[in-house]
């Protein structure tokens, strides 16, 4: 290996570490703005903030041109992952706790997988299977706390439902956004949708009628998810994908989990019961195994 690829290599690990601190720092840092801010309204800041944070790194594109044909694409892309999967994230953040929001974000990866499955008829073998079923456990006992009594009642609130649906739609996003990358530029993707879908969350917001209520307090919580915890994070995230491919990159993204709980713990001062740290090492266990199933499924998760 050459000195140039050394220091390449280098920087994708390094990118791909902090990309995962930062993105398990997200549900702690909205955690407490949540209290007071409302939602819908505080995903259409942070998706307009991440786009805003992208402009730097869209600036030095040249030659931009989006064919007509790109456009239902790229609004699918938007409504799925910048509007429906970010509103029903920060409802369920509101309603449940930042550590198991922490592990149940790891089921985007799963997801992302199983549509991969179904949509590209790619082909798994038993050890791809055993992945899905450990995450798919993991998420159980986070939902459940391991109150197997009766499934549906013991379920702790809807919060938790919410997280894992905004997970699905951020795989289907994921999914969509592979195929626009080879299309579109992907940094005028990335400030496309958020400025799209935080617009229309936003122009929403105003016509339910929906209360800026933000506190001067919580300003730096919000520049930080939005323009760190999404916008700098992703642009980390894809520097990483270029440096290391994206099975190195997805196993160290995965570790945002153990940064999240810290975090929750340090800074919310969650408990962390046994239960979640048995969801981590099975859900970990999981997303390892179907990261390393095959090169076909590596690309998955690019977006």
């Given at each position: 290996?050459?000195?140039?690829?050394?220091?390449?290599?280098?920087?994708?690990?390094?990118?791909a570490?902090?990309?995962?601190?930062?993105?398990?720092?997200?549900?702690?840092?909205?955690?407490?703005?949540?209290?007071?801010?409302?939602?819908?309204?505080?995903?259409?800041l942070?998706?307009?903030?991440?786009?805003?944070?992208?402009?730097?790194?869209?600036?030095?594109?040249?030659?931009?041109?989006?064919?007509?044909?790109?456009?239902?694409?790229?609004?699918?892309?938007?409504?799925?992952?910048?509007?429906?999967?970010?509103s029903?994230?920060?409802?369920?953040?509101?309603?449940?706790?930042?550590?198991?929001?922490?592990?149940?974000?790891?089921?985007?990866?799963?997801?992302?997988?199983?549509?991969?499955?179904?949509?590209?008829?790619?082909?798994?073998?038993?050890?791809?299977?055993l992945?899905?079923?450990?995450?798919?456990?993991?998420?159980?006992?986070?939902?459940?706390?391991?109150?197997?009594?009766?499934?549906?009642?013991?379920?702790?609130?809807?919060?938790?439902?919410?997280?894992?649906?905004?997970?699905?739609?951020?795989a289907?996003?994921?999914?969509?956004?592979?195929?626009?990358?080879?299309?579109?530029?992907?940094?005028?993707?990335?400030?496309?949708?958020?400025?799209?879908g935080?617009?229309?969350?936003?122009?929403?917001?105003?016509?339910?009628?929906?209360?800026?209520?933000?506190?001067?307090?919580?300003?730096?919580?919000?520049?930080?998810?939005?323009?760190?915890?999404?916008?700098?994070?992703?642009?980390?995230?894809?520097?990483?994908?270029?440096?290391?491919?994206?099975?190195?990159?997805?196993?160290?993204?995965?570790?945002?989990?153990?940064?999240?709980?810290?975090?929750?713990?340090?800074?919310?001062?969650?408990?962390?019961?046994?239960?979640?740290?048995?969801?981590?090492?099975?859900?970990?266990?999981?997303?390892?195994?179907?990261?390393?199933?095959?090169?076909?499924?590596?690309?998955?998760?690019q977006?």
């Amino acid at each position: 290996m050459t000195q140039p690829n050394i220091k390449s290599t280098r920087i994708g690990y390094a990118s791909a570490v902090l990309c995962a601190i930062l993105v398990g720092s997200i549900s702690t840092a909205s955690k407490p703005v949540l209290a007071n801010t409302n939602p819908l309204m505080y995903a259409a800041l942070v998706y307009l903030l991440a786009s805003l944070a992208s402009v730097p790194l869209s600036y030095k594109t040249k030659g931009f041109q989006i064919r007509l044909r790109d456009w239902p694409l790229i609004l699918a892309i938007t409504i799925s992952g910048a509007v429906l999967a970010p509103s029903l994230f920060f409802i369920g953040l509101e309603q449940t706790t930042a550590s198991d929001t922490t592990i149940l974000s790891n089921s985007e990866t799963i997801f992302t997988v199983l549509f991969a499955l179904i949509f590209f008829k790619e082909k798994l073998r038993p050890r791809g299977y055993l992945a899905v079923a450990l995450v798919l456990i993991g998420v159980i006992i986070v939902t459940t706390n391991l109150q197997f009594s009766n499934f549906l009642s013991n379920l702790k609130n809807e919060g938790d439902l919410l997280i894992i649906s905004s997970m699905a739609l951020w795989a289907l996003d994921n999914n969509m956004s592979k195929i626009a990358s080879h299309r579109i530029d992907i940094s005028r993707l990335v400030q496309l949708k958020g400025f799209i879908g935080g617009g229309i969350l936003f122009i929403f917001a105003l016509v339910a009628k929906i209360p800026v209520n933000i506190m001067p307090t919580e300003i730096p919580n919000i520049l930080l998810v939005g323009m760190v915890g999404f916008g700098i994070s992703l642009y980390l995230f894809l520097h990483s994908l270029k440096r290391i491919g994206t099975v190195k990159t997805m196993l160290i993204y995965s570790t945002g989990t153990v940064f999240g709980l810290m975090f929750a713990s340090v800074f919310l001062h969650e408990k962390i019961g046994w239960y979640q740290i048995l969801a981590i090492v099975l859900m970990l266990t999981g997303i390892y195994l179907v990261t390393k199933e095959s090169k076909n499924v590596e690309k998955v998760h690019q977006n």
